[in-house]
């Protein structure tokens, strides 16, 4: 299992990363200005740091129940990444229709491209963090 402070620095730069290329890249692909989609960023991001570390807890805990390990493999990562998404989207679709004063159904396709966005980010920064800090091979099982 990976340490408390390894997960914050984990939820932390997935986040920073994300609103870096996320706020820009919106604002130029839906139209609407840098500032609203800098709100549904930051909003999004601060809901998704705490959906993240929320999730990862339990996801390694299920790994642990189910695998007796918290390695995963391809599989496991497009399973984690997927429902990692889907309960996102269930929490941010409203707060968007709200903020920029559109429909739930914009809000929904909107959300759809910035899942898509999300998945591929997500998958890819996990795969690159899991190399860069990997699991200590004692710390499989938490004490």
């Known amino acids: 299992m990976r340490t408390f402070g390894d997960r914050v620095r984990h939820a ?14 919106s ?4 139209g609407h200005p840098v500032g609203d989609m800098g709100v549904i960023g930051i909003a999004s ?3 998704a740091t ?13 790994m642990l129940a189910m ?8 599989a ?13 989207v269930v929490m941010l679709i409203p707060l968007i229709a709200w903020y920029l004063g559109i ?4 809000a929904l396709l909107m959300d759809v491209a910035i899942v898509f966005f999300y998945l591929v980010y ?7 963090y899991d190399r860069l800090f990997p699991v200590a091979a004692g710390a499989a099982r938490p004490a």
């Open 76 to 88: 496991h990562r497009v399973a984690h990444t997927f429902l990692f998404e889907a309960g996102l």
């Open 45 to 47: 991001a601060t809901i």
């Open 67 to 74: 695998r007796g390990s918290v390695h995963k493999t391809l």
């Open 27 to 30: 604002a130029a692909i839906f």
């Open 103 to 106: 429909g739930l159904w914009e």
């Open 12 to 25: 932390l730069l997935f986040e920073a990363v994300a609103l870096a290329i996320f706020i820009p890249g």
């Open 122 to 128: 997500g998958f890819l920064f996990n795969l690159a």
């Open 50 to 62: 705490l959906w993240n570390f929320v999730f990862n807890v339990l996801f390694d805990r299920a």
